[in-house]
């Protein structure tokens, strides 16, 4: 559903709400970019930007802060509680919009208890409902009692079972890119920043911990219930409702610096200590590139392994994955890049989901800087030729033009539809331009100024577009022709002046492929000191022809069937797969049954699918087993695949 627009008399309504909610507001309902129709002709700006997955009126009443009061019943696996709204509003403001999803409203008040009349519109499959509530004259909060149900969509459940200690359970929650109106009924919109604080009620001997200040660490004695402790939270920066998170479970904590540590199950607690050491040397890293870390601490939580994603950049908690604890730091690129969120997408934020790559954009860019002042130029050069060829394998399963463009058009439809390598690598490979046209250091000065000035603000791309006006390519009046920008960002594809990075670690990798499809045997093969970025190049160079004996060659020679490192096991299965490789087949199960991260699991079911056959059986097989453990957002990817 689309959100209502502005008043009639538009100067009006946008002189009054500036002076009522100052620059923040300005800076939420940035312009949006038409594309000229012309490629060559500089791009037009109209001021006209709504959130089309949000039901909210932020113009007319916006949430300023939520204040939650929650159990958690593990038995009857629901959240229930209340959510308090401070709201702030136009004088002529009756009511407030909240988005809802899969949740039973048992009530609504005003701060003193009176209930207030509200209304549930009709359930919309993506976008859920809108929660209008009445509000009286001078109203500032409002209190909606509720519970989540079964198709919360945010929350997953945990089964003991399904945890790596085996004997608690776990619950987490992931609420981008909308499912945060499926626990807490809000205006689910990335412009509408709000503080929160929080008191979560947790069977004992669990643990809750929060995306924000843990005030009692260790919990405290719930009155009258033995059983519950409470833990508090309080996040006092205004963030995007998406980025309010919680995970409870056996949870324990070890300090890797004076303002960073892990946080992971207990069974897992010193293997995941262990391989995040360095965390303490990324925030510095990060600091030194594009300014003071601005959230006070920086923590890891590592998550059982049916998380969907590799990282969600929760501000001061970074939920992770299990799959990147290889035992030798070999994937903690995840870390930096979850890291550089703490300034693109957390400190200034896509306004829209149609902005998404404003927010993963930036980060690849800063993750891959993070990398390189961490492990040198080569590593960084590795990184970025494996995304890049990453986005042009994209590029090409992508059927939809639409979705190779960076400003997208997803009204109407789940944000996740744009999901894909294009925000991150084609976004990254724009930002690269920019550095290489321009010099490294009159870019690191305009991006470290762009977070400074957009800090605690959204943008979009029409803002990122006036902000390049105003100041890198200020004077410059041919800059927009010759960096394609219209085409960068409006057109799909990918434009013909992008660079493509060029790795002499990847060139001698190369040589070893050719040699190995020439005849060489594997254990010939010069690879002594690989890291893990070159092994993965290694698999992907190789040929979709190779015989049953080269496989075995390979895997005898390097033990890529049984590697513990996930990154390097996903190549292997997805050539194992093209290959009909059989001594594989067993950890392809296992890999699949045993974690849910989305950009493992869902190539690997569509490189079955496409095997017809023995594929498509083992893919439905192994799916009806897997599915269970899953959480949401990955089932609603494979379930389009695995039909």
Known sequence: ?????????????????????????????????????????????????????????????????????????????????????????????KQVVLDVKALDIEGVTDASGEPLKYTLGTPHPIFGAPLTIELPQGAQKVVVTYKTTADTQALQWLDPSQTEGKKHPFLLSQGQSILTRTWIPTQDSPMV????????????????????????????????NGGLRAFRFKMDQAIPPYLIALAIGDIDFRPTGDRTGVYAEKATIARAAAELEDLEKFVAAAEKLYGPYRWGRYDVLILPPSFPFGGMENPRLTFATPTILAGDKSLVSLVAHELAHSWSGNLVTNATWDDFWLNEGFTTYFENRIMEEMYGKDRA??????????????????????????????????????????????????????????????????????????????????????????????????????????????????????????????????????????????????????????????????????????????????????????????????????????????????????????????????????????????????????????HSVTRATVDETVK
């Open 193 to 224: 920043r709000q503080t929160y604080s929080a008191i979560i009620r947790v069977p004992t001997p669990l643990k809750a911990v929060m995306s924000a200040e843990m005030l009692t660490p260790d919990g405290e004695a719930v009155p009258g």
């Open 381 to 630: 050069l590795m990184l970025q030729s494996l995304g890049y060829s990453s986005l042009q394998d994209t590029l090409s399963r992508i059927k939809e033009p639409g979705l190779t463009q960076l400003h997208t058009d997803l009204k109407g439809r789940d944000p996740d539809d744009g999901f894909s390598d294009i925000p991150y690598e084609k976004g990254a490979a724009f930002l690269r331009l920019l550095e290489q046209t321009y010099g490294r250091k009159k870019f690191d000065a305009w991006l470290k100024g762009y977070f400074t000035r957009y800090a605690f603000k959204s943008m979009t791309t029409a803002g990122f577009v006036e902000d390049l006006r105003e100041t890198l390519i200020k004077g410059d009046p041919g800059a927009e022709d010759r960096l394609k920008l219209n085409e960068w960002l409006y057109k799909p594809g990918l434009p013909s002046n992008a660079v493509k990075p060029q790795s002499e670690a990847f060139a001698r990798v190369e040589a070893q492929v050719e040699a190995f499809t020439k005849g060489t045997p594997a254990k010939s093969l010069i690879t002594e000191g690989w890291v893990t970025q070159e092994w993965q190049h290694f698999i992907e160079s190789l040929p979709d022809t190779l015989t049953l004996e080269q496989m075995k060659d390979l895997d005898a020679a390097f033990s890529f069937t049984s590697s513990r490192n996930s990154e390097i096991l996903f190549a292997w299965l997805k050539l194992a797969i093209v290959h009909h490789y059989e001594p594989a087949l067993p950890a392809l199960e296992t890999f699949l049954t045993s974690q849910g991260r989305r950009r493992f699991v869902s190539p690997l079911y569509t490189a079955l699918m496409a095997q017809k056959g023995w594929g498509v059986d083992m893919a439905k097989r192994v799916y009806a087993k897997a599915r269970p453990l899953y």
């Open 1 to 93: 559903m689309r959100t209502k627009g502005f008043a009639p008399d538009r100067r009006t309504a946008i002189g009054f709400m500036a002076a009522l909610m100052g620059s923040t507001f300005l800076t939420a309902c940035e312009p949006k970019v038409e594309p000229a129709s012309d490629d060559s002709a500089p791009l037009a700006l109209v001021r006209s930007a709504k959130d089309v997955h949000s039901y909210a009126e932020p113009n007319v009443a916006r949430v300023r802060h939520v204040d939650l009061d929650l159990t958690a019943d593990f038995r009857a696996k629901v959240l229930k509680g209340t959510a308090a709204l401070t709201l702030e509003t136009a004088p002529t403001a």
